[in-house]
T-cell receptor, first 112, second 115 residues
């Protein structure tokens, strides 16, 4: 059973702080990792993907992957109220789309 | 650029009525296509995926079916809706590079309420 776990939150951070979102996965065969942002009532929007161990930065977002620990995280620097959303972690095992497994999501609230 | 459309955006249907949701993708060819359902406050559940015209794989046995009559068109159907079919239905397509499937992109979704 492939599983992806996330803290459901809500995670509350003050405006301007760093928000840290975490995700663990069970299948060591997992190849690629994704972070989606989902605003209430809207569809998920891809914001980051990472395939190799280490950090990947894109603007205020940094994805971190540690395959040995089966752990992927998303850091949001200088958090803004507009970052308030649910963040979904997704893992693709064996590089086939039907093996995408989504976590339940972490709700982030950025307080002005 | 690629875009994905879904309609209708919202739908209220009585129990036992039929269902047809449509998804189309523009700006790409031979996409892999997916139907997901997201129940209120829950994660995404993969319902069907398709790697080509007429090729449908079902992940969850239920009263729903899917069809892919054209390369960039994916349809989700039901003959008789159940209350448990209520949810947010999302169509997605994925980028294929060689034999490797990469990121998935979602359409705007259809919110279905079965009454």
């Amino acid at each position: 059973q492939k599983e992806v776990e996330q803290n459901s939150g809500p995670l509350s951070v003050p405006e301007g702080a760093i928000a840290s979102l975490n995700c663990t996965y069970s299948d060591r065969g997992s190849q690629s990792f994704f972070w989606y942002r989902q605003y209430s009532g809207k569809s998920p929007e891809l914001i980051m993907f990472i395939y190799s161990n280490g950090d990947k930065e894109d603007g205020r977002f940094t994805a971190q992957l540690n395959k040995a620990s089966q752990y992927v995280s998303l850091l949001i620097r200088d958090s803004q109220p507009s970052d308030s959303a649910t963040y979904l972690c997704a893992v693709n095992v064996y590089n086939y789309g039907q093996n995408f497994v989504f976590g339940p999501g972490t709700r982030l609230s950025v307080l002005p | 650029s690629q875009t994905i459309h879904q309609w209708p955006a919202t739908l209220v249907q009585p129990v036992g009525s039929p269902l047809s949701l449509e998804c189309t993708v523009e700006g790409t060819s031979n996409p892999n296509l997916y139907w997901y359902r997201q129940a209120a406050g829950r994660g995404l559940q993969l319902l069907f995926y398709s790697v080509g015209i007429g090729q449908i794989s079902s992940e969850v046995p239920q009263n729903l079916s899917a069809s892919r009559p054209q390369d960039r068109q994916f349809i989700l159907s039901s003959k008789k809706l159940l209350l448990s079919d209520s949810g947010f239905y999302l169509c997605a397509w994925s980028v294929m590079v060689g034999q490797v499937d990469y990121e998935q992109y979602f359409g705007p979704g259809t919110r279905l309420t079965v009454t």
